[in-house]
């Protein structure tokens, strides 16, 4: 090929067997111009009848040939389709030259040969590659700031390493695998890779036959274990020889977080999924354990076969642990002149609403006085939930955000569905008359002692309550630092990697909370520091007390 045109994107076009008529075009020159949407190019294209067929690849809607004797227009065709020109010579040559369609944005519509896996979960190393440069380009687009806690050096070098070391085959688990710790760099909960569950945990994979919870400091605790060959509460000191420490600071690169409190909370429900990645496909575990109740520490080691779904199901114990049900929910312990309210979740603001008037309505009917609401397993969702709640305990007017970042591209506004006007990069700040007043008396708004229970599990919606409940005055705070920060990234968009499937969840604004400061970033802390299961039983003895 002898044209100097500018290839965008350099990818394989699948030349398919055409029947459609070449359109003719005349020239008396061996270069021509070439016009994209009425722009010409910088280079001119030369003619080569030697070449077999000739390709133009352009993103534009039309694609113009100009030459001192002729002039013709190819428009109208969708991504990936061609139509075929056949430039006809003064010297009577002709030089096949076929006009293909690239999509606008290549990663949004790649060729169907890159679609094409030479297995059902297996990719290429060109495909991966393809995926991981769509993920980037996503993440770039779509996040307010991607290099605001690691930085370009370090994430871009991070990136080009691992395409690097790409293997010329793989499976779409392995590419996660390779994903999702650059995405993990980002510094930001709600951005991250997500497993590709289907294509791993098939039916019959033999998988370690046991659950497992881990505790704020690292340890690993045995939940459920088949045929109850470990007890309950056991301490897990290693696996197949592989020690605690080593498993936990091995997968904490994989999970998205702003610290390393909340990534190891998140740990609780990726742990075996990110075991098996790591250390699965073995016939037998040997897990060597401690009883937390022997003083001694001894160490015992039982060996679990690797099972199949069904059969880990059938003999291992069922759950104890009862998990919440609604939302949201409260108790009176009129004994002791205390409420608890559970809010497990922000979602329902007209159920909220409906809850608060009446829990409160009870608390002023039976005399009750002293409030504890529980937002430790509040993982977030719609932060006018919490503002509802807000305003019945809050003792100052308050707002949630007082300012937010927002950044539309195109690809931001296909994803949310969006058409008023975009793209655009907002900015809004809230003005401080404009916070939400607190309801009067008369509004039923609760005038006695509140006391909010967090832990590094709070996050998102459930971290920026904790926050503005302390910036307001409505109470004291018991437990763990929260898992979001008072200066983050949030409401996010899935994304989805074009040939592999993953889904990639992007955050595409920033949020100040109440009074914060992005000089010191941190979650709402606790006015009384404790273990998360330590925490309720803490408030009751500060409301006892007081």
């Not at 309550?465 to 763990?480: S, Y």
């Amino acid at each position: 090929m002898k044209h100097f045109l500018s290839v965008i994107f350099s990818v394989a076009i699948v030349a398919f067997a055409s029947a459609q008529t070449p359109k003719i075009f005349h020239t008396d020159h061996e270069a021509i111009r070439i016009f994209h949407d009425g722009r010409p190019q910088q280079h001119w294209w030369v003619v080569s009848p030697e070449v077999a067929i000739d390709t133009i690849q352009s993103s534009a809607r039309s694609v113009t040939l100009v030459s001192t004797v002729d002039t013709l227009t190819v428009s109208g065709l969708r991504d990936w389709e061609h139509s075929d020109v056949a430039i006809i010579t003064s010297k009577g040559d002709t030089a096949l030259t076929r006009v293909v369609k690239l999509p606008e944005v290549l990663y949004d519509n790649p060729p169907a040969k890159m679609r094409l896996r030479p297995g059902q979960n297996t990719l290429t190393r060109e495909q991966a590659i393809f995926d991981l440069d769509a993920m980037m380009y996503a993440l770039l687009q779509i996040h307010p700031d991607i290099f605001s806690v690691t930085g370009q050096e370090r994430l871009l070098s991070a990136f080009e390493q691992v395409k690097s070391e790409l293997p010329d085959s793989l499976t779409i688990a392995e590419l996660y695998r390779h994903a999702a710790p650059i995405v993990s760099l980002i510094g930001d909960g709600h951005t991250m890779v997500r497993f590709p569950y289907n294509s791993f945990f098939t039916a019959d994979l033999k998988r370690m036959p046991m659950s497992f919870a881990i505790n704020s400091d690292g340890s690993i605790i045995a939940e459920r274990t088949i045929d109850s060959a470990i007890p309950s509460g056991a301490i897990v000191k290693a696996i197949n020889g592989v020690a605690d420490t080593t498993m936990i600071n091995t997968m904490l690169p994989f999970l998205s977080g702003e610290t390393r409190a909340f990534r190891l909370s998140r740990m609780n429900q990726d742990f075996i999924t990110l075991f098996e990645l790591l250390y699965g496909g073995k016939e037998e575990y040997a897990v060597e354990y401690v009883l937390p109740e022997k003083s001694s520490k001894k160490s015992q080691t039982a060996v679990l076969p690797a099972s199949d779904f069904m059969t880990i199901k059938s003999r291992i114990p069922a759950k104890t642990q009862k998990m919440p049900t609604a939302p949201y929910s409260y108790t009176i312990d009129k004994k002791k002149g205390v409420a608890i309210m559970d809010f497990n979740e922000c979602s329902g603001r007209k159920e909220m609403k409906q809850l608060c008037d009446s829990m409160f309505n009870d608390l002023r009917e039976q005399g009750i006085t002293k409030l504890i609401i529980d937002v430790r397993e509040n993982g977030g969702g719609d932060s006018g939930v919490g503002d509802i709640l807000l305003s019945y305990v809050a003792k100052k007017p308050f707002t949630q955000f007082d300012k937010v970042l927002y950044k539309v591209t195109p690809t931001t506004a296909r994803l949310i569905g969006s058409t008023d006007g975009l793209p655009h990069i907002g900015f809004s700040s809230q003005d401080i008359s404009n916070r939400i007043q607190p309801r009067s008396d008369s509004e039923g708004h609760f005038d006695g002692e509140t006391v909010l229970l967090i832990s590094n599990n709070t996050f998102s919606s459930g971290a920026s309550f904790a926050w503005a409940f302390k910036e307001a005055g409505a109470g004291k705070t018991v437990g763990e630092e929260t898992g979001g920060m008072n200066v983050c990234y949030g409401d996010v968009v899935m994304w989805q990697m074009p040939v592999s499937e993953i889904p990639v969840s992007i955050s595409w604004k920033r949020f100040w909370q109440m009074n914060a400061d992005e000089n010191d970033v941190h979650g709402a802390l606790p006015d009384i520091a404790v273990s998360a299961s330590k925490a309720l039983p803490t408030a009751m003895k500060l409301l006892n007390h007081k």
